[in-house]
């Protein structure tokens, strides 16, 4: 009689997350992995690829603000808004941003992101519907799924789509979200005809103002100032203060009575820590200079012109600013890659959207006007990308 097998084969040891290391082969072979790079306090790069647009991140009337508000306030804020959170740092800022922008009232959050969050959970529901166009950032994106409300996506910058979607649900509680100046291609919202296409079905309009506010409107004011559309009754503007403030945080300006409505009823409000005094003091120091220097505005978009006008006149694929991102196609994700990693290598940081974070899966490169770009550092970065260009 054969004796019994006493050897076990032995079994690989399943774990609850190795599922990510599938996740990370997939990426690796699609050529999406991301990767951080912290950089440093000092850098010979040319930065194109941030967010400063307004050069005010290390004027030192903003950065002694932050030092300040954090010797005097503490380094947190110590816990929520309607806790420990809210310091009178805050109810400044919120009071002079709503003035500067023509809107009612004001209130900050910890993030451009949270408001988003926050303005659209709070003002619709389950029973609500929401126009959102297919190009509007992720943070929108976001905040409608977590609303739980109906939400119907219309064709890019498209009065007409929201239009037709509006007549389809008469009577229904409706809000069209949009953002002002889209992130990846830098063009502009068609915001009056959307204004238009709310008011005639009783809708609510809340549009991202994040690349808009300090770059366009009177002064920086923003891009509904610009369209006559600030301190509306049915408008409410989202934006944040890490772009032309150069700080860090977001804030929702609207009604007072929508205000008041998310102080008791956004979540991203009521449960999370509240904006830091370092980040108020510095945004609210960057928001008085850019009262005190309103050319600031003019001179971003006309860099961001210049570096337009000489790329599509040197034969690359550009779209035309209308704020301050500077969009510039590639032929492939491969070589938008390249191309980004070889501008690095030469001095000169830009962007790299790939899809899917391009709705429309075409790859470019972003870069980003600053104010304080001299003509020589324009010229730098033109032929750094012209250089380094792919062939197609």
Known sequence: MPQADDARTEVPRRTAFDWTDTEARRRSEAGLVRTLRPRAAASDL???????????????????????????????????????????????????????CGFEAALVFSSGYTANLAALTALTGRDALIVSDASNHASIVDGCRLARAETAVVPHADPEAV??????????????????????????????????????HGAGLVVDDAHGFGVLGDGGRGALHEAGLAGAEDVVATLTLSK?????????LGPARVIEHLVNAARTFI????????????????????????????RVRTVA??????????????????AAVVSVRAPSPEAALRWA???????????????????????????????DLTDAQIGRAVETVLRTAPAV
């Not at 979607?165 to 409706?174: F, K, Y």
């Not at 032309?244 to 929702?252: C, K, N, P, R, T």
């Not at 501008?343 to 391009?358: K, T």
């Open 163 to 200: 239009r037709k979607t509006l007549e389809a649900h008469p009577g229904r509680r409706a809000l069209v979200v949009s953002d002002s100046v889209f992130s990846v291609d830098g063009d502009r919202a068609p915001l009056p005809a959307l204004a238009a296409a709310c008011r005639a």
């Open 341 to 371: 990693a070889d501008c690095r290598e030469q001095g000169l940081a830009v962007g790299c959207f790939r899809p899917p974070s391009v709705p429309d899966g075409v790859s470019r490169l972003r870069l980003t006007a600053r104010a």
């Open 46 to 100: 040319l930065d194109l690829a941030g967010n400063d647009y307004l050069g005010l991140t290390r004027r030192p009337e903003v950065t002694g603000a932050a030092a300040d508000a954090a010797r005097r306030w503490g380094a947190g804020s110590t816990g929520s808004r309607l806790v420990t959170g809210t310091t009178r740092l805050h109810t400044r800022l919120e009071r002079e941003l709503a003035g500067f």
């Open 244 to 252: 032309s403030l150069g700080s860090q945080g977001g804030a929702v």
């Open 271 to 298: 449960f999370d820590t509240g904006l830091a005094p370092a980040a108020t003091g510095a945004a609210l120091a960057s928001l008085r200079l850019i009262e005190a220097e309103p050319g600031l505005a003019g």
């Open 305 to 322: 012109t210049t570096l337009y006008e000489l790329l599509s006149g040197a034969g690359l694929s550009v779209t035309r600013p209308d």
